[in-house]
């Protein structure tokens, strides 16, 4: 009997299969065996119906669950997005120290234990590690940018048709590092000064005392009405006004404005000054004078004699003209302090041509006398070219007083003629005659009636009406979240910000309800019933979903089993290993899932408590170590330790 040879690994794998071959369902073959004896039975019509009819209700419940299934992860935000819990924000928190030291000591040992409790099971060499913690300038965020980009050779601004556990988290702490800053912004870029509250004017009150001159039966009394009991309408809360203007864009707009890698410089220049301001050195330095230091007196000369040469010249007389120049030719010291020396003293040109008045003697020496100054260059009237018909304008006085009256928006302040008049009403002087004014004309010179009349003719003529230029305006009430906040994250693009270069960051469910309720308000408690309603179907849809990861078997025949000895050991080992690594990855990812879309079921109500968050994901894990994993390749059938997470 010859050596029988086993299948190799790679062989097993391609077999793998869960519990077996796949069974038909009770309706399918008795069907088939409906139609295979329909030589000795004749086919029962109304049996074949019902069992088709089951057949389409299960393929209608499959496209439910999966219609369901897609809203479900439409509503958990962007695809990338994860909440983390209150042990991994602590690990964020300290990330930035963890840098700090893990560079003077040049060793990733407490960056690897933080990646680790942040739940990634990446593999990422030194090398890589130490070059995004290089580069990042002891900033978290630039560091995870860096990590992402380095390990998926793509910047985390691009969105990926698919991410697996590890882009998940990462991706997700970029928001939770910059969440608090980021709503910050928001909330300055949306501020408006509240302007004082008008007070109203008091209300006379009607006088409901009686007079006594009457009688005090007599007299007509009034009663205030009142109540004791309240309308039960309760006022909706005002919402503060918007300093902000709301500016939509197009999709390719919000692309180029995602994929701009220029605030990665901006970030790293502000936590270069941080940097600069927390590291401030403490210790005086003291440097004693030459004087102590040394006891030579030429030594102390030479000391006092550098001391003098720092010392500045000052200007001791200012020029009485601007236009004068001085040349200095030395300094000289005099009693200690410097002074110029001057070779040369200039008169610069000017606007102005002196006249020249003559000399006067005085002594010995001669002063010249300056009449006054031409004015150099002239101003020169510009006059018209022959063919201009200015002349046949109005007069000056008249465009003058039209000019100052002209409205602000600069148009129609004549009325359509804009300074030419139709007709003519003031004939300028000419050589045969002088200047005159027509005044059988005069009594038009306001030409009202004119424009008035033809507006109207126009107006009949035309067949439209005037089109009137209007702004178009956006309700924000009206807007959705996530357009308002797309808008909102647009304008914070310049800022250093991590968050508005994230794909479809604006499908964040806590910034978009930071965003509805600063837009529109509180909740009216008719809205949050309707929205615990839509809370508790997502819940009853989620419940019927099965994220149970099931193990592989291996596919053992009996004839290999027959001739299995001892040195097919490894090759076990190896099947093994590689089942159960895929069997726990799979359950991971299901689990983190599962923990994405029932998150998405609480985005209305109050749940930034630590409290919360440390409830919730004892029953969600999203980490490794929040995992407790069956072994399902356990010769025990019962575990003696059950799962951590609750089974829903």
């Known amino acids: 009997m010859g050596k029988y040879k086993m299948p190799t690994v790679q062989q097993f794998l391609q077999k793998k299969t869960i519990y ?101 099971t990446l593999k990422i060499p030194k090398p890589l590690l130490m070059q995004a913690m290089n580069d990042c300038v002891n900033d978290p965020g630039v560091f995870i940018w860096n990590l992402y980009s380095a390990y998926y050779k793509k910047p985390p601004s691009e969105l990926r048709p698919k991410y697996d556990i590890n882009a998940m988290i990462l991706m997700s702490c970029l928001v939770f590092i910059d969440l608090e800053e980021c709503i910050e912004r928001l909330e300055k870029l949306t501020y408006m000064k509240k302007s004082p509250p008008q ?104 000391v006092n004699k550098l001391k003098m040469l720092k010392n500045k010249a000052k200007q001791k007389f200012k020029t009485p003209y601007k236009n004068v120049q001085y040349q200095v030719g030395g300094v000289s010291f005099t009693g200690g302090r410097p002074n110029y020396l001057l070779t040369n003293v200039a008169l610069l040109p000017t606007g102005y041509i002196p006249i020249n008045g003559g000399y006067i003697a005085k002594g010995k020496e001669y ?43 600069g148009h129609l302040y004549d009325l359509y003629h804009e300074g030419k008049a139709k007709e003519k009403y003031f004939y300028p002087a000419t050589r045969h005659g002088k200047f005159w004014v027509d005044k059988a004309k005069i009594f038009q010179m306001y030409p009202l009636e004119d424009f008035i009349r033809d507006t109207v003719r126009e107006a009949l003529m035309s067949r439209e009406p005037t089109p009137e230029p209007s702004m178009p305006t956006i309700s924000a009430s009206v807007m959705k979240e996530k357009d308002l906040l797309a808008a909102l994250l647009a304008d914070l693009s310049d800022t ?27 909740i009216l408690p008719k809205k949050h019933k309707q929205l615990i309603l839509q809370s508790q179907r997502r819940w009853l849809d989620l419940k019927h979903m099965d994220f149970r990861a099931r193990a592989y078997r291996i596919p053992f025949t009996l004839k290999q089993l027959e001739h299995f000895n001892w040195s097919h050991r490894h090759l076990v080992q190896t099947l093994f290993e590689i089942l159960l690594n895929d069997f726990v990855t799979r359950n991971r990812m299901d689990q ?19 409290a919360f968050l440390d409830i919730y994901f004892t029953y969600m894990p999203g980490r490794m170590k929040d995992t407790f994993l069956i072994n399902p390749y356990s010769s025990e059938l019962t575990p003696k330790h059950g799962g951590k997470t609750c089974p829903l």
């Open 20 to 120: 077996g071959p796949k069974k038909d369902p009770v309706w399918v073959y008795l069907e088939k065996e409906m139609q295979e004896n329909i030589a000795k039975k004749p086919y029962n019509v109304k049996v074949g119906n019902w069992l088709k009819f089951l057949r389409d209700l299960r393929y209608y419940f499959y496209c439910e669950g999966k219609r369901k299934e897609r809203r479900l992860i439409r509503e958990a935000g962007p695809a990338w997005y994860c909440e983390l819990s209150s042990e991994q924000r602590e690990v964020l928190s300290h990330l930035k120290a963890n840098i700090h030291q893990d560079l003077l000591e040049d060793l990733p040992i407490r960056i690897r234990k933080s990646l680790s409790d942040l739940g990634l």
């Open 199 to 302: 007070v109203p004017p008091p209300k006379k009150n009607k006088y409901y005392q009686p007079n006594i001159r009457y009688g005090e039966y007599q007299q007509q009394m009034y009663v205030p009405l009142y109540s004791t009991h309240s309308s039960g309408k309760k006022k909706p809360p005002k919402i503060e006004p918007l300093g902000y203007k709301f500016r939509l864009r197009s999709e390719d707009s919000y692309e180029r404005l995602c994929k701009d890698h220029t605030f990665l410089d901006k970030r790293k220049e502000r936590n270069k000054k941080e940097k600069a301001s927390e590291r401030i050195c403490h210790y005086k330095f003291w440097e004693p004078p030459s004087t102590l230091r040394n006891t030579d007196p030429k030594m102390v000369a030479y």
């Open 367 to 409: 002063i010249t006398l300056l009449q006054g100054y031409w004015k150099f260059p002239r101003s020169v009237r510009k006059k018209c070219d022959e063919q201009c018909d200015c002349v046949t304008k109005w007069e000056e006085t008249v465009m003058d007083y039209l000019k100052e009256t002209k409205c602000k928006c």
């Open 496 to 522: 250093p910000l991590l968050i508005p270069h994230l794909p479809q960051a604006n499908l964040l469910n806590n910034l978009q309800e930071w965003v509805r309720y600063r837009v529109k308000g509180k």
């Open 592 to 610: 983190l899932q599962q923990t994405r879309l029932w998150w998405s079921t609480m985005k209305y109500d109050p749940y930034p408590s630590k």
